[in-house]
């Protein structure tokens, strides 16, 4: 069935950069959306940015303006540019996939990927 994949975390020092991409495993028949979410230990899983079927993004206000997400129409992959990070965005990022309305994925698709964890140094 399908699933995501997920790639691009790892250690870095503040100010530092890193791109997190996501990949569905198989082609989806849905248009979608893709959501980036993050969780930071002891705390709740939050909304960081969100990519329309039709590339219109949204941010979490704390990532507003060093964020930048993106979608690569021609590979079905999502990015997550992460600039100026700060040890405030250490946390496990999970990224999720929401078909748009009219059409349904089948409930053996999972659409959460596996998280990967990025960790900042001050």
């Known amino acids: 069935a399908l699933h995501l994949v997920e790639s691009g975390g790892g250690p870095v020092q503040a100010g530092g950069s890193l791109r997190l991409s996501c990949t569905p495993s198989?082609?989806?028949?849905?248009?979608?959306?893709t959501t980036w979410y993050r969780q930071a230990p002891g705390k709740e899983r939050e909304f960081v940015a969100r990519?329309?079927?039709?590339?219109?993004?949204s941010y979490a206000d704390s990532v507003r303006g060093r964020f930048t997400i993106s979608q690569d129409n021609a590979t079905n992959t999502a990015y997550l540019q992460m600039n100026s990070l700060k040890p405030e965005d250490t946390a496990k990022y999970y990224c999720?996939?929401?078909?748009?309305?009219?059409?349904?994925?089948?409930?053996?698709?999972?659409?959460w990927g596996p998280g990967t964890q990025v960790t900042v140094s001050s």
């Open positions: 999720k996939i929401d078909a748009r309305p009219g059409c349904v994925y089948p409930d053996e698709y999972d659409l």
């Open positions: 198989d082609v989806t028949y849905c248009y979608y959306d």
């Open positions: 990519v329309e079927s039709n590339g219109s993004p």
